[in-house]
């Protein structure tokens, strides 16, 4: 009897954590751009007795999803839904101190860790983002989490910076000076003056030199 009992009770557990298993693949597949999803049942529905329904579609909402799945009853499958409380979490760049308005930032400035990010607004920054280039538009707080709303981009080419213009046609390709006319980022268009007076657009290529359109 006893040997009985604990072979129901493994099979029990084993099913529960199959089901809870399904979920967290589930959300893992439907959450990938994160780096973590943790998950909590609010429904008064027993996990063990469903199925997740692949043909329906999850719901979100705020910090709650709503989960399509099959449910057996006295042998009999229904359509029903869970709602289950997500947790999501991405690697983000967090301010090891106080970094004022207006001010160059580095790497070194930020920790690299997971956060949860449910409800941060704006646009997270990735490891590709090259710190130099940038300044705070906003005093940023020791522990708080780096967006790209917080930034702006230090132009490359600034009006008066003397510039290599440079004209491309076909194979031939010819240089010669100019000043820069307006302040410009990489790959913008800007008004530079060629060395007869004429005003013409070129494309910053760098902080020296720009590509005449």
Request: aromatic share 8%; hydrophobic share 40%.
């Amino acid at each position: 009897m006893k040997i009985l009992l604990l072979t129901i009770l493994f099979n029990t557990l084993l099913l529960s954590q199959i089901s809870k298993d399904k979920i967290q693949e589930y959300l893992n597949a439907h959450f990938s751009e994160y780096d973590k999803v943790e998950y909590q049942s609010v429904s008064n529905i027993n996990i063990d007795d469903i199925e997740i329904d692949y043909s329906r579609t999850l719901v979100q909402k705020s910090d709650f999803v709503f989960l399509p799945v099959m449910l057996k009853s006295n042998n009999r499958e229904l359509n029903s839904i869970i709602r289950l409380k997500i947790k999501l979490f991405k690697n983000v760049f967090v301010a090891k101190k106080d970094i004022p308005f207006n001010s160059s930032i580095n790497e070194d400035d930020f920790n690299y860790q997971l956060e949860e990010v449910n409800r941060l607004r704006g646009t997270l920054v990735n490891k590709e983002l090259s710190f130099n280039n940038y300044k705070t538009k906003f005093g940023i707080k020791k522990g708080e989490v780096l967006v790209l709303e917080n930034l702006f981009e230090i132009p490359a080419v600034k009006s008066g910076d003397k510039l290599q213009l440079e004209v491309r046609k076909g194979a031939v390709q010819i240089s010669y000076e100019g000043i820069a006319r307006q302040n410009g980022k990489i790959g913008e268009i800007i008004d530079v003056l060629a060395a007869n007076k004429e005003i013409l657009k070129a494309k910053v290529i760098s902080s020296q030199k720009v590509l005449v359109e």
